[in-house]
């Protein structure tokens, strides 16, 4: 989540963390925050954020109503006790109460399996069983420290001392500050590490992506053309080269976005390499145009794919290629007369259109249809809602 | 086919080896009742023949292929065109259509393919390939809002209707007309009808990126 933000603003992630983090300790609005962020920015390859499921969900909302009187009592007992700090820490606690409900109750699912596994224990013991004196300890300490701090507060009022309740307020916020400090910390931790790691399988995928659509392509090439000697180290050489550039210049093989600047341009290429590496035709239509961005350089990688396998698989002399830009989106649509294939009999291993094509577009929030029979030719329809233009 | 009902067509192209190309892959269906390869002779042979259909390349020596329109629309309104040409330039095709040609295609097209927008072009319809379909969609866009106020429009001939927009969309695609017909489920007629009412909005209009096409070349 901070990384997602640390992205929409262009701060840098551990700022954002550390602002959290700060937020949390000084007065619990930081897991408010935290946790709205997390309702409403969709994440990565998903299409709905959880607000929206939130809002459909009525047990969950009638549960979070049910935290009201709890409010209200703590509200009252903080007027009675005269300790206003009290009230003004339950809103921000029953708020974030309220919304942890909710994001239980809608998590997708590989999120609720974290919540379940990881964060549910931590709220009930925190830490595992060697941990139990170290807690004794600290809610002994916080206790001791707390107790005192509420003497003090309650004995300040009737008192004219100025700086005693003060001081009582501090004690109560160290006791706070002991009993969950080490979980605070954890939880952060595991957050990070949690974030970490689906960056690291957002990374794998793309990288499995990218060999697909250049090495493993080229040596379906190979295959094909192994009777014709110079065809055969044509590609072996291009495709070293590709490997080459990637490798030491950080280039992705197998992508289209960075030759040009909008998408008409894009289209441009992959017909050029397409016609180039396969000698198929690819018949381009565009209709309007607009600057790429990463989600539409991600659609041009996965048209150049379908186009690829129209014109390795398909045995159609041409693809049709139509590109159409609209304000609510961009739609690209591939299209041969050739073979055509049964798309639910794709051996495994085969995973071009899973890996390169669908994987992809759902990483950029777009989507993948694919229209196929044997004999009947084949359309892929790739379409990618525009991002809100910000200028 | 019978010999009374064979189109009677006529070439107009300044590639000999392109001329005779067509003549072999159409000579066993239509008459090619003659050919040229330069306007003044284009234009007086055909308005002295008469033909069903007359092929016209675009780009031709000495005013292309709109001063041959120019030359013989006025005289013989009857005479259909059909515009061919190598490059997809938006301009070409628009200022060929707006000069009276019922169908654009371009010379990649095979001879099937050609055979069938002649005779589709001979009995009336209008002929559009992806790339026209194309470029008369992106001319159209809804994007009356954002050019020029177009207080002159005529919402009649100015705008596409939905479904005009959807069957252009699929030719755009590649569909043919009947794969049009099939995937809308209405007849072929149905489409080529959507596909005349088209090329009649495109002769006619006045969107300014129409016009602005047509007067770059001089035409209007």
Not at chain 1, 239 to 267: D, K, Y
Not at chain 1, 371 to 387: C, F, I, K, M, N
Not at chain 2, 126 to 145: K, Q, Y
Request: a neutral charge; hydrophobic letters at 45%; glycine letters at 10%.
């Amino acid at each position: 989540m901070c990384g997602g933000l640390a992205e929409a603003t262009g701060v840098d992630v551990t700022l954002v963390r550390i602002g959290f983090v700060l937020l949390t300790l000084g007065s619990g609005i930081g897991v408010l925050a935290y946790a709205v962020a997390w309702l409403v920015i969709p994440l990565q390859g998903e299409a709905s954020t959880m607000l929206t499921r939130a809002l459909a969900d009525r047990r969950g909302i009638r549960l979070v109503l049910a935290l009201v009187p709890l409010l209200v009592v703590v509200e009252v007992v903080a007027l009675a006790l005269h300790v206003a700090y009290l009230g003004s820490f339950a809103w921000p606690l029953f708020l974030a109460g309220a919304v942890g409900i909710l994001i239980r109750r809608n998590a997708s699912s590989d999120e609720r399996v974290w919540i379940n596994d990881d964060l549910m224990p931590m709220l009930r013991s925190t830490g595992g069983r060697h941990h139990r004196r170290a807690l004794v300890l600290r809610v002994a300490v916080a206790a001791a420290v707390g107790v005192t701090g509420l003497y003090l507060l309650v004995h300040g009022h009737t008192s004219v001392a100025a700086l005693r309740p003060i001081g009582g307020a501090l004690l109560v916020i160290a006791a706070i500050v002991v009993v969950f400090g080490p979980w605070w910390i954890s939880l952060v931790r595991d957050l990070m590490s949690e974030r970490q790691a689906r960056a690291l399988a957002e990374e794998r995928a793309q990288m499995a992506a990218h060999v697909h659509d250049s090495v493993l392509q080229t040596l379906a090439l190979i295959q094909r053309s192994a009777d014709d000697p110079r065809q055969v180290v044509r590609l072996a050489r291009a495709q070293e080269r590709e490997l080459r550039s990637w490798l030491f210049e950080g280039r992705p093989p197998g992508t289209v976005g960075h030759e040009a600047a909008t998408l008409a341009e894009g289209v441009a290429v992959v017909q050029r390499q397409v016609e180039e590496d396969h000698g198929v035709a690819v018949q381009v239509v565009v209709v309007g145009d607009c600057p790429l961005d990463d989600g539409l350089r991600a659609l041009l990688d996965a048209t150049r794919e379908a186009t690829v396998n129209a014109a390795l698989w398909s045995g159609a002399p041409l693809v049709s290629l139509y590109a159409e830009v609209e304000a609510e989106g961009v739609t690209i649509f591939v299209r041969d007369r050739g073979c055509g294939f049964d798309p639910a009999a794709v051996p495994e291993g085969h995973q071009g259109i899973s890996l390169s094509i669908r994987a992809r577009m759902a990483r950029a929030h777009g989507s993948a249809h694919i229209r196929s029979a044997p004999g009947g030719g084949t359309e892929v329809h790739l379409s990618l809602p525009r991002r809100e233009l910000t200028p | 086919m019978n010999a009374a009902a064979r189109l009677r067509v006529f070439l107009v192209d300044d590639h000999a080896v392109f001329r005779s190309g067509v003549k072999a892959e159409l000579g066993d269906v239509v008459d090619v009742v003659g050919e040229a390869d330069e306007v003044g002779p284009a234009v007086e042979m055909i308005n002295e023949r008469r033909p069903d259909v007359v092929l016209l390349d675009v780009h031709l020596p000495g005013g292309g292929g709109q001063a041959v329109l120019s030359g013989v629309v006025p005289v013989h309104p009857e005479v259909k065109f059909l515009a061919l040409s190598v490059s997809d330039a938006p301009e070409d095709v628009i200022a060929v259509i707006r000069a009276g040609a019922r169908g654009y295609i371009t010379k990649t097209i095979s001879g099937e393919e050609l055979l069938q927008a002649v005779t589709r072009v001979g009995s009336g319809d209008a002929v559009f390939s992806p790339r026209l379909a194309g470029f008369v969609l992106d001319a159209f866009a809804g994007r009356a809002g954002t050019g020029p106020p177009s207080a002159g429009l005529d919402p009649e001939l100015d705008q596409l209707s939905p479904r005009e927009r959807e069957v252009l969309r699929l030719i755009a695609r590649g569909y043919t007309y009947k794969e049009v017909a099939r995937d809308l489920t209405i007849s072929s007629k149905t489409v080529e009808s959507h596909v005349s009412s088209v090329l009649r909005k495109l002769q006619l209009s006045t969107r300014h990126e129409l016009t602005r096409w047509a007067t770059d070349r001089r035409l209007v």
